[in-house]
């Protein structure tokens, strides 16, 4: 599997996005930089974690508009598949890849912590190594992970089977009390209308080595690779 990681300034977890790739797949993934305007021959692209741009104006507002956002959009379109995983979810839905925005989070406080997602789908190339219904640990790490979209595109993300994760509790249960930003219908996770694309609050990078504490993250990696070669 060729993948390549998306560099911009203020990412922080592109480098995490790289050693999950290379410990799953054995070979470093290309690191790009935002600026750059074409991209190599990949079967991936990992837009990574961080604050873009100092977070500045809005989340991902700037970096959506980087050179090198063309060429993803370009390669998104052919079915190369794209994983945005928190700063880079809010850029893919500023680029108009994925629904929806990413608001501040319900209560205004920056979040850092291990959280609970229930697996709502393995009908997608970075969901197949899970089960439906199954709760797995992530972390997170985010001040605007509040996501938000009209009823009806909800609705739409829902019918066409497009909703990745949720928050939830130990049990599964979808409810309140275990949604941690505010975001409608818990929703932590979305898939593009051609499910390449998925964006994503929480980091599966973090948890993807028994050394950092859990492997609930690898199976997303293991998916790819399986599928990608």
């Given amino acids: 599997m060729k993948a390549a990681v998306i560099v911009f300034p203020g990412s922080n ?9 290379a410990h799953v797949t054995g070979t470093a993934p290309k690191m790009v930089w935002h600026r750059d305007a074409d991209l190599p021959d990949v079967d991936l692209i990992v837009v990574p974690g961080g604050f873009s741009y100092g ?9 959506a508009h980087s050179p090198i956002m063309a060429a993803v959009k370009a390669k998104a379109e052919t079915g190369v598949r794209v994983l945005g995983i928190c700063n880079g979810f809010q850029v893919l839905t500023e680029a108009g890849m994925l629904p929806g925005v990413l608001m501040r989070n319900q209560k205004l406080k920056f979040i850092c912590r291990d959280v609970l ?15 439906a219904g199954q709760v797995i640990r992530i972390p997170v790490a985010h001040h605007d992970g509040n996501y938000f979209a009209e009823a009806d595109v909800l609705d739409r993300l829902e019918d066409e089977d497009r909703v990745a994760f949720r928050y939830c509790d130990a049990a599964g249960a979808v409810d309140a009390e275990a949604n941690p930003n505010g975001s409608q219908r818990n929703i932590a996770g979305v898939l593009s209308e051609k499910r390449n694309v998925l964006g994503m609050m929480p980091h599966p990078e973090r948890l ?22």
């Avoid at 997602?117 to 089960?131: A, C, I, M, P, Q």
């Fill in 208 to 229: 993807a080595d028994p050394l950092l504490g859990g492997t609930d993250g690898a199976p997303m990696f293991q998916a790819l690779m399986k599928v990608l070669g």
């Fill in 117 to 131: 997602l229930k697996v709502e789908t393995s009908n997608s190339d970075f969901t197949r190594g899970y089960n």
């Fill in 13 to 21: 977890c592109d480098r995490d996005a790289a050693t999950a790739i």
């Fill in 55 to 63: 977070d500045y104006l809005r989340s991902g507002a700037m970096a």
